[in-house]
């Protein structure tokens, strides 16, 4: 299958905490990106990692890309309440215009 | 105008009808794109349009219709759905051809009920 898998499916933390999601796929990617949905709307794109990328941050995000593993991190920091939302990450294949998304983190943060 | 506009936003719709959703992006962009959500699964690529050529059609069932008249607009026909076809259908776009460009924009999706 070329569809991964995400972990945790549902992060529940306090305000100010961090969360860590992980994403992990099977296929050779072009890149892999992260994108954000609140409930019920369309996803909003957060981040882009090529492959030949190991690092990347953007604000209070933080990507991390292991190609050997196959796997990538979406670290948020000093999380809010306005932070909760499904998270997915989604992978582009190689001379393709197919973008295979994951079923996602449902994180809920606490006031 | 927001970047990618869909409508309706909720359709309720018997087995019989026949309907259209409709997606109107105002970033200037190439490519557009249906994607199906349902509950607990992947979203799942419908079709790709690139400057109104179909690009992939990943195996969707033919009461899937799409038309891309011009590289601005989308349409997705539905006919004689099914109640399992009931679902969120997003429409995206990005600005070339994704393995080049990366980056979707969507639209706030269309949820569909079929009863």
């Known amino acids: 299958s070329q569809q991964g898998e995400e972990d945790p499916q549902a992060l529940s933390i306090q305000e100010g905490e961090n969360a860590t999601m992980n994403c992990s796929y099977k296929?050779?990617?072009?890149?892999l990106q992260w994108y954000r949905q609140n409930s019920g709307r369309g996803l909003v794109h957060l981040i882009l990692?090529?492959?030949?990328?190991r690092e990347k941050h953007s604000g209070r995000l933080r990507v991390t890309l292991d190609t050997s593993k196959k796997s990538s991190s979406l670290l948020i920091t000093a999380s809010r309440a306005a932070d909760t939302a499904s998270y997915f990450c989604?992978?582009?294949?190689?001379?393709?215009?197919?973008?295979?998304f994951g079923t996602g983190t449902r994180l809920q943060v606490f006031p | 105008e927001t970047g990618v506009t869909q409508t309706p936003r909720h359709l309720v719709m018997g087995m019989t009808n026949k309907k259209s959703l409709k997606c109107e992006q105002h970033?200037?962009?190439?490519?557009m794109y249906w994607y199906k959500q349902s509950a607990k699964k992947p979203l799942e690529l419908m079709f790709v349009?690139?400057?109104?050529?179909?690009?992939e059609n990943n195996s969707v069932p033919s009461r899937f219709s799409p038309e891309c008249p011009n590289s601005s607009h989308l349409f997705l026909h539905l006919h004689t759905l099914q109640p399992e076809d009931s679902a969120l259908y997003l429409c995206?776009?990005?600005?070339?051809?994704?393995?080049?460009?990366?980056?979707?924009?969507f639209g706030e999706g269309s949820r569909l009920t079929v009863l």
């Open positions: 995206a776009s990005s600005q070339g051809r994704l393995w080049y460009t990366g980056e979707l924009f």
């Open positions: 296929t050779s990617i072009n890149n």
């Open positions: 990692i090529r492959s030949n990328e």
């Open positions: 989604a992978r582009s294949l190689n001379n393709t215009d197919k973008l295979i």
């Open positions: 970033l200037g962009h190439n490519a």
């Open positions: 349009y690139s400057l109104e050529e179909r690009v």
